[in-house]
């Protein structure tokens, strides 16, 4: 096997979730420690590197889009492609013009071995474990961004949702010991990052195997030294624990931030998705937030134009939704995926209705958000300030997920300012400015 290049410069393309972002970047490290070299320009590029999603067929046509467009930025260029696309359809994507190799689930984070291994000549081919076969964990954090950093935690998921093909790609649940968590901790410390992002692919699971449960390990977060601020990301409404939210509320270091899946707000729908909750429990977990941590940020998913999904079901979904005190909506419409048990669920909404009650549910998203930045309107909060420099302004977060605006100042970058949040600006971000 020959030494890699050193010289080699290696381009990445992301699809999907934070989950694929944070290992995408734990990739980037990898081969930067081979001796290869990142770069952000695409016909530069010697090796493209595609982390896929397989959510949706849109998502599937994206990494198809991604692999023609970069094919036609440089013929010469070797392509792998990675992730949950590559995982569940391999035999599909080595058929693309200009791929080079497909890499499964479990040997993404072998990917050194492997590029070294198609700069030697052996190219055009699949490496892939079966996915009932896929039981290790591997933890990685994300490491581009110096001032969050996304912190893998846990992977694969048991829940097999009837419209969901995310267990057939990442496999069964499984996660790291709280040990080797707090130890990719310290390592984040180490490289500057003042907050961190807990993420996988069904949170609440954490500790399968391990004997303890995902309030064991946030409880251990909160007493190492060097994170000013850990943000939950989406944890399920049956997994989001009453113990958790009350720890949330006391704590110093966990943020008043909270994203939870609802997918759709009727129960006749939850059901024929195979949901593990009613809307009952989850209007219960929103009001204790609410009751226990009042300025928390909630974020939350929908579903719309699912199979069964009558008009009436989406009527009692949405009244239900308008009804939470929630602060923001991510709403996606549902796409067929081959192989789930929803395509035997007869009733189908169109591609137009599915546009229609999206619009609706979107509209709902957008009075939500402009109510939740307008009680804050004048109150004091603590930004964490980010590099990115957009027409002079730099941005940031407040504890509670507040979008804020401020002229540039490098010398804030990856600090805390405690702040007097202001009035909207006229943006389509809705961010809030700083008063001086």
Known sequence: ?????????????????????????????????????????????????????????????KCRQAVAHLHRQNPDARIIVTGCYAQLKPDEIIKLPGVDLVLGINEKLDIDKYVEEIESGNENHIQHTETQDIKDFYPSRSYDDRTRCFLKVQDGCDYYCTYCTIPYARGKSRSGSIEDIIKETHKAVEEGAKEVVITGVNIGDFGRGHGVKFIDLIKELEKTDGIDRYRISSIEPNLLSDEIIEFVSKSDKFAPHFHIPLQSGSNDVLKLMGRRYKRELFQHKIELIKQMIPNAFIGVDVIVGTRGETPEFFEDSKNFIESLPISQLHVFSYSERAGTKALQIPYIVSADEKKRRSAELHEISERKIKDFYQSHQGQKATVLWENTNKNGYMFGFTENYIRVTTPYDKTLVNTFQAVELGEFSDDKILSLKVKP
């Not at 081969?31 to 493209?48: F, H, R």
């Open 1 to 61: 096997m020959t030494e890699p290049n050193k010289t080699k410069k290696v381009f990445f393309h992301t699809l999907g979730c934070k989950l694929n972002f944070a290992e995408t970047s734990y990739l980037g490290k990898m081969l930067i420690e081979k001796g290869y070299e990142k770069t952000k320009e695409e016909k530069q590029a010697d090796i493209y590197i595609i982390n896929t999603c397989s959510v949706t067929d849109v998502a599937d046509h």
